[in-house]
């Protein structure tokens, strides 16, 4: 873990003095437009290839920029031999899968996302991936705000009455650390979570002991174990009224960089609040990293996947 900190530092580092020295705007411009046109579930027609570069930002309900060329070494080439990036490009551009994998079903497609199913296979186990090649957490662009709000859409499909509906009674979302995950192309876990994952976030609610600001995430008052499929471990918890913010940049802003953390090595964890009477309008968003005593490095453990 030390290691990929090390490695991931530096990078960043350039990352945020090219950001400063030209903007934001000209960073992003030239991004590659991996996003495509949404064909049909068994294929369809091909959309732009890989290696198309818009050279103005997309129009409203467009795809949104991708990484620019500078944050490939961080954040992944469309070359990349990647199992979940091949099913991305054979839903947006038709691409066959490279043998033995086989032709994933797309559940969804619009110009930012896809939606497949997650493993194993069940009505409470799907993805949601970028049309975008980025490897996961640890990409940088992913705090900028061009990127598309991925963890609002994930809950837009999760929710019930949405396109892919999470069929089970509490609903999570999640995305693991770098060193946790299997696949190199972001992924968010839209699962089920159990009914006493709801209850012990309310109850901490009611104690106040997690943060209503994103300012005040960091701090250890407002941390507390929660029991998962591995026990007990330790996250920071916020609640959110809304996803509107990008959830990366809240993490990075307020709790990785103040602590000098690597952003590789988080995961975060968002719970809809659900009561008796359905969703109460509000989110839990849980991070933990193996920087806390009892912490964890990823989402698997609070998410119900069988």
């Not at 949104?64 to 031999?81: E, I, K, N």
């Not at 797309?106 to 497949?116: D, S």
């Not at 061009?146 to 837009?156: C, F, L, Q």
């Not at 012990?200 to 300012?215: D, F, K, N, V």
Request: charged letters at 15%; one cysteine or more.
């Amino acid at each position: 873990m030390n290691d990929q900190q090390n490695a991931n530092d530096v990078p960043r580092r350039q990352f945020v003095a090219l950001s400063g020295a030209i903007g934001a705007a000209a960073l992003l411009t030239g991004a590659a437009a991996m996003g495509g046109t949404a064909t049909a579930a068994n294929g369809g027609s091909a959309g732009p290839t890989p290696d198309t570069c818009p050279t103005t930002p997309p129009p409203p309900g467009g795809a949104s920029p991708c990484p620019p060329a500078q944050l490939q070494g961080l954040c992944g080439r469309p070359t990349d031999d990647d199992p979940l990036w091949h099913d991305v490009q054979y839903c947006t551009n038709g691409t066959v899968p490279p043998p033995p994998q086989p032709k994933p079903d797309c559940l969804k497609m619009t110009p930012n996302y896809v939606v497949l199913h997650g493993r194993p296979e069940t009505t409470h186990n799907y993805l949601l991936l970028p049309t975008c090649r980025i490897t996961g957490i640890e990409c940088p662009y992913l705090e900028t705000s061009g990127v598309a709000n991925y963890w609002h859409e994930a809950w837009e499909n999760a929710r019930s009455g949405g396109s892919v509906p999470v069929q089970y009674p509490n609903i999570g979302l999640g995305i693991n650390s770098q060193g946790a995950r299997r696949f190199d192309q972001l992924h968010i876990h839209m699962a089920g979570v159990r009914a006493s994952t709801q209850r012990r976030l309310q109850e901490l609610e009611t104690q106040g002991r997690m943060a209503t600001s994103p300012s005040q995430w960091a701090a250890t008052g407002n941390q507390a174990a929660i029991t998962g499929s591995a026990g007990d471990r330790v996250y920071r918890i916020l609640r959110l009224p809304n996803l509107r913010d990008n959830l990366f940049n809240l993490l990075y802003t307020n709790v990785v960089r103040p602590n000098s953390l690597s952003m590789a090595n988080q995961t975060m964890i968002v719970v809809p609040k659900i009561t008796a009477t359905g969703f109460a309008n509000a989110f839990y968003v849980l991070n933990s990293d193996t920087s806390i005593h009892d912490g964890t490095s990823t989402c698997d453990s609070l998410l119900v996947y069988n």
